[in-house]
């Protein structure tokens, strides 16, 4: 794929995320909890007890900027836990202009997690890691959507972190020895690892964790289904609109392409901040996540094609109209030159699959970045572990008649259970029964398929539908030699 035109999609996985609860602490209401670092002391508020800003790796800052996420200081006394932290520092930048962030607070000093369990004392509770969206450029788990208590309430022990962004949390140079390059993908490891170590202290299960998130988020979860780094961490994993053939550059293109060729390490570690995070980041032409061997082996296509991901239960599946052409445009980005650049020679087979020019326009940029790739991936890793494909299409009647479906991220309030939308409720039991068991099949819900042949789960305005026979399927097929044969 060609840079133009496609630096501009940079910006549309940057959707803000909105406050979803009161957070008026409840009288009387100061959880405890030991950690291996020291004591913390949290609040209690909307039926869940939280415990915010517990730093889970050390600043990564000075000696520690591009490198390996090390073990945080431990404190003396009781360490105050009801604020979150300060997120990473946002990157205002892409090819095509400045980037929104609705983030105040940000910082190199980031490397916090959010816990959020019931307020009973049960233990043992499934326990579910979000990885927070953004385009790896903005984002944080310090905000009360991701910190859902409707999802809580349900009996889970959710669990939300910052992780390095932009440049500071992707970048390869000549001075940066090793074989290290995702370093923000190693801090979410590193967070994985405190839950393993700490996690039965708030009443989760260490042996019970659903790794799950949504963009690059989601992309995040593919990855670390991908890297041996990550091994042993999770047990079941969700992955939402994760992409999934996204190129990935390898470490020695990525260092060639690098600027400030005559830096040395030091000369790195003293540039400022803000000014490094103005570097562009592109998640579509190859940028992170990377190829660079430490982390991750392959790209995270040929990592699944060849069987070599986590062998854990996996549910992914996308929205039915990610990124319209409405949507597109608004963001400062051409889709017919989008299209253009994706389909190639092939524009003309590809409008044939798809019965008319006006679905060709509709659907084709989506199916390509996000439809095709997750059926793809579900395929691949069904042949080793259970899998569970859906395709999400609940949106107001505004939005089907203005838009004509549901677009990305519109299914992250489903999943946390903040909209008032009453199919929330199913949305989530599935999604619980999934973290609990590996299976998001339960008493009383339509049964959810396997993907054989490109069976799913149509999560529709009417409620679930099992789909056995994909009606998109021939336009999927045909998306699917596109990208096989590039």
Same mark, same amino acid.
């Given at each position: 794929m060609?840079r133009?035109?496609?630096?501009?999609?940079?910006?549309?996985l940057?959707?803000?995320?909105a406050a979803?609860c009161?957070?008026d602490?409840?009288?009387?209401?100061?959880?405890?909890?030991?950690t291996s670092?020291?004591?913390l002391?949290?609040?209690?508020?909307?039926?869940?007890r939280s415990?915010r800003?517990?730093?889970y790796a050390?600043?990564p800052?000075?000696?520690?900027?591009?490198?390996?996420?090390?073990?945080?200081?431990?404190?003396?006394?009781?360490?105050?836990?009801?604020?979150?932290g300060?997120?990473?520092?946002q990157?205002?930048?892409?090819?095509?202009g400045?980037?929104p962030?609705?983030v105040?607070?940000a910082?190199?000093d980031?490397?916090?997690?959010?816990v959020?369990r019931?307020?009973?004392?049960s233990?043992?509770?499934p326990?579910?890691?979000?990885?927070?969206g953004?385009?790896?450029?903005?984002?944080?788990g310090?905000?009360?959507?991701?910190?859902?208590?409707?999802?809580?309430?349900?009996?889970?022990?959710?669990?939300t972190?910052?992780?390095?962004?932009?440049?500071?949390?992707?970048?390869?140079?000549?001075?940066?020895?090793?074989?290290?390059?995702?370093?923000?993908?190693?801090?979410?490891?590193?967070?994985l690892?405190?839950?393993?170590?700490n996690?039965?202290?708030?009443?989760?299960?260490p042996?019970?964790?659903?790794?799950?998130?949504?963009?690059?988020?989601?992309?995040?979860?593919?990855?670390?289904?991908?890297s041996?780094r990550?091994?042993?961490l999770f047990?079941?994993?969700i992955?939402q609109?994760g992409?999934?053939?996204?190129?990935?550059?390898?470490?020695a293109?990525a260092?060639?392409?690098?600027?400030l060729r005559g830096?040395t390490?030091?000369?790195?570690?003293?540039?400022d901040?803000?000014?490094?995070?103005e570097?562009?980041?592109?998640?579509?032409?190859?940028d992170?996540p990377l190829?660079?061997?430490?982390?991750?082996?392959a790209?995270?296509?040929a990592?699944?094609? $060849?069987?070599?991901?986590?062998?854990?239960?996996?549910l992914?599946?996308?929205?039915?109209?990610?990124?319209?052409d409405?949507?597109?445009?608004?963001?400062?980005?051409?889709p017919?030159?989008?299209?253009?650049?994706? $389909?190639?020679?092939?524009?003309?087979?590809?409008?044939?699959a798809?019965?008319?020019a006006?679905?060709?326009e509709?659907?084709?940029?989506?199916d390509?970045?996000f439809?095709?790739?997750?059926?793809f991936?579900?395929?691949?890793?069904a042949?080793?572990?259970p899998?569970y494909?859906?395709?999400?299409?609940?949106?107001?009647?505004a939005?089907?008649?203005s838009v004509?479906? $549901?677009?990305?991220?519109?299914?992250?309030?489903?999943a946390?259970?903040?909209?008032?939308?009453?199919?929330?409720?199913?949305?989530?039991?599935?999604?619980? $029964?999934?973290?609990?068991?590996?299976d998001?099949?339960h008493?009383?819900?339509?049964?959810?398929?396997?993907?054989?042949?490109?069976?799913l789960?149509?999560?529709?305005?009417?409620g679930?539908?099992a789909?056995?026979?994909?009606?998109?399927?021939r336009?999927?097929?045909?998306v699917?030699?596109l990208?096989?044969?590039?």
């Amino acid at each position: 794929m060609q840079r133009r035109g496609v630096g501009a999609l940079a910006l549309l996985l940057l959707l803000p995320l909105a406050a979803a609860c009161t957070d008026d602490p409840e009288p009387g209401a100061t959880p405890v909890v030991e950690t291996s670092a020291g004591t913390l002391r949290g609040l209690a508020h909307d039926g869940i007890r939280s415990f915010r800003g517990i730093p889970y790796a050390a600043a990564p800052v000075g000696d520690l900027r591009w490198a390996e996420p090390q073990p945080a200081e431990p404190w003396d006394g009781e360490r105050d836990a009801t604020a979150y932290g300060s997120a990473c520092l946002q990157s205002t930048y892409s090819a095509l202009g400045p980037v929104p962030t609705t983030v105040k607070d940000a910082s190199e000093d980031c490397l916090f997690l959010n816990v959020n369990r019931p307020q009973d004392d049960s233990e043992d509770l499934p326990v579910m890691v979000y990885l927070h969206g953004g385009g790896f450029m903005i984002g944080t788990g310090g905000d009360d959507l991701s910190n859902a208590p409707p999802l809580v309430r349900r009996g889970v022990v959710l669990v939300t972190l910052n992780y390095r962004l932009g440049r500071l949390g992707f970048f390869a140079h000549p001075a940066l020895r090793g074989d290290v390059a995702n370093f923000g993908l190693l801090d979410q490891v590193a967070a994985l690892e405190w839950v393993r170590d700490n996690i039965a202290e708030f009443g989760g299960d260490p042996d019970n964790v659903t790794l799950f998130g949504s963009s690059a988020g989601g992309m995040s979860v593919n990855a670390l289904m991908a890297s041996p780094r990550a091994e042993g961490l999770f047990h079941r994993a969700i992955s939402q609109s994760g992409l999934g053939r996204e190129p990935s550059q390898t470490l020695a293109a990525a260092r060639r392409a690098s600027g400030l060729r005559g830096a040395t390490l030091a000369d790195l570690r003293g540039l400022d901040a803000e000014t490094v995070m103005e570097a562009p980041l592109n998640v579509f032409t190859g940028d992170v996540p990377l190829v660079d061997g430490g982390v991750l082996p392959a790209s995270v296509a040929a990592v699944f094609a $060849a069987g070599d991901e986590a062998e854990v239960p996996y549910l992914v599946g996308t929205t039915d109209l990610e990124f319209p052409d409405s949507v597109l445009e608004g963001r400062g980005s051409e889709p017919a030159q989008l299209r253009a650049d994706l $389909a190639g020679a092939a524009e003309r087979a590809l409008v044939a699959a798809y019965g008319s020019a006006e679905a060709y326009e509709k659907h084709f940029f989506s199916d390509a970045v996000f439809t095709e790739p997750a059926r793809f991936l579900a395929a691949a890793h069904a042949e080793r572990a259970p899998t569970y494909l859906y395709r999400f299409s609940i949106a107001s009647p505004a939005t089907l008649e203005s838009v004509g479906g $549901a677009v990305h991220s519109s299914d992250i309030a489903y999943a946390f259970g903040t909209t008032s939308d009453a199919r929330a409720e199913t949305i989530g039991d599935y999604l619980v $029964a999934f973290a609990t068991t590996g299976d998001p099949n339960h008493d009383g819900a339509p049964e959810w398929p396997t993907p054989d042949g490109g069976a799913l789960l149509g999560l529709t305005v009417d409620g679930p539908v099992a789909v056995a026979v994909d009606p998109w399927r021939r336009r999927l097929d045909a998306v699917q030699r596109l990208s096989e044969a590039r």
